[in-house]
């Protein structure tokens, strides 16, 4: 077979492509001082009307603990841009 101008092959398709790296996040644990590296899977970002209902959370991998941080304008965009799944938070009347 020989192959048409047009068309193009999965080698060439894909020789400009570079490596994916997974995207991972330091973070800490309030309860056991634990310091470790996370997924962006292991990570919920929620995003409310205010600052004060914008947080991230996670699970300690150390000690189980359910913890939750505040997350700021920076730490949204650097959250969602990692990938994090991202619940909206509607405010209720």
Not at 68 to 85: D, H, N
């Amino acid at each position: 077979m020989s192959e048409c101008a047009g068309e193009m092959t999965v080698a060439a398709a894909f020789a400009g492509m570079r490596r994916v790296v997974p995207v991972v996040f330091k973070a800490g644990c309030p309860d056991c001082r634990g310091r470790f590296e996370l997924a962006a899977s292991a990570l919920r970002l929620a995003i409310g009307a205010s600052s004060r209902t914008t947080f991230y959370s996670f699970t300690c991998p150390e000690c189980g603990a359910a913890v939750r941080k505040p997350a700021g304008e920076r730490i949204v965009e650097l959250l969602t841009g990692g990938g994090v799944s991202t619940l909206r938070l509607h405010p209720t009347v």
